[in-house]
């Protein structure tokens, strides 16, 4: 691992530290300057010649400048003639426009990938994409792993009885049924209709949750206008108790709030993108999973020629 390299920008310091220390290296210096009119200048500032690179970044608020940040990041690597770019990108912005959802729409998640494979990317580490199949945006290895089976054995550990796991939609049902089958418990689904962006309307449900402990997991939680939507209709169905699930917490505008004056008992996040200490301050509703060790273990299985398959199975119950 001596000619591995890992460097943080802004937004996943906290995250990258964690990474370096469980792969006992230092972490890389690394200069990110924001000028006044918003250029930025990325520079490393120990060699990187002939060295695996990993870049950790979440493409989060603001998720464009946060882009940039990457984009320079490997053009700086590939010009000071980086061994391989490898970028960390634990939750991947822009990946919901992921296809032409109405005439003259961008599928944006694709041009990201794009850009990242122009700039020099030679392999992409993400978590938990929104679409699976942004996956087949890439022509270079890209490792799609998933928090579920960790977020299951919180739940586990926790020892709930009566427990439904739910999907606040269609489209996370594949999803929903692994944290199911790794809870040993029964499926229901929310039929919901979504008007326009950021605003859901709940409809129904698909499954008994009456007298029940529901557990809602989805990818992504942002304003938390479609997640409580999707609470109150299984409190109105007669949900005993309400635990939220998300791997990426954007908490948006009024997430917080929502959340705190809905009758959820815990959302339980991961840290792909980091809480601020308002948001902190202002819930204990919120409870925050770290991803680093999973991360560590798949930049440690690449350097060491090792199956990353491996790692998708590192929470599953027959590692307990």
């Excluded at 990110?32 to 250029?39: I, L, N, W």
């Excluded at 005439?103 to 679409?131: E, F, Y």
């Excluded at 979504?194 to 990818?219: F, H, Q």
């Excluded at 680093?292 to 990353?308: F, L, N």
Aim: with cysteine; aromatic share 4%; glycine share 6%.
């Amino acid at each position: 691992m001596n000619e591995t390299i890992v460097f943080a920008l802004t937004s996943s310091v906290e995250l990258a530290n964690e990474i370096v220390d469980h792969l006992g290296l230092p972490l890389g210096k690394i200069s990110v300057k924001h000028f006044a009119d918003g250029e930025i200048l990325v520079e490393p500032e120990e060699t990187v010649r002939g060295r695996s690179v990993y870049i950790v970044q979440s493409t989060c608020a603001p998720v464009t400048e946060r882009l940039m940040e990457v984009l320079i990041c490997i053009d700086a690597c590939k010009r000071a003639s980086a061994g391989e770019i490898n970028v960390v990108m634990p939750y991947y912005g822009y990946a919901r426009q992921d296809r032409k959802a109405r005439a003259r729409q961008p599928i944006t998640s694709k041009l990201v990938a794009d850009l990242l494979q122009t700039a020099g990317a030679n392999r992409l580490i993400t978590i938990d994409l929104h679409a699976s199949q942004i996956q087949g945006f890439f022509n270079v290895p890209i490792d799609d792993l998933t928090a579920v089976p960790m977020i299951g054995q919180y739940f586990k550990s926790k020892a709930l009885d009566d427990v439904v796991v739910v999907s606040p939609d269609h489209g996370g049902t594949t999803r929903a049924r692994k944290l199911a089958d790794a809870l040993g418990a029964p499926l229901a689904i929310v039929d919901k209709r979504r008007p326009k962006p950021n605003v859901a309307e709940a409809m129904n449900v698909i499954g008994e949750v009456e007298g029940k402990t529901v557990i809602v997991i989805d990818d992504i939680v942002d304003t938390a206008g479609s997640l409580v939507a999707s609470i109150n209709i299984l409190v109105d169905k007669g949900a005993k108790d309400v635990y939220c699930a998300c791997t990426h917490g954007v908490l948006s505008g009024p997430a917080i709030e929502r959340i705190e004056n809905s009758p959820i008992r815990e959302l339980v996040i991961t840290n792909t993108i980091p809480l601020s200490n308002e948001q902190k301050a202002s819930t204990k509703k919120i409870t925050s999973l770290s991803v680093g060790y999973m991360i560590s273990k798949t930049i440690e299985a690449i350097e060491t020629h090792s199956p990353v398959s491996d790692v998708y199975n590192l929470f599953n119950p027959k590692n307990d």
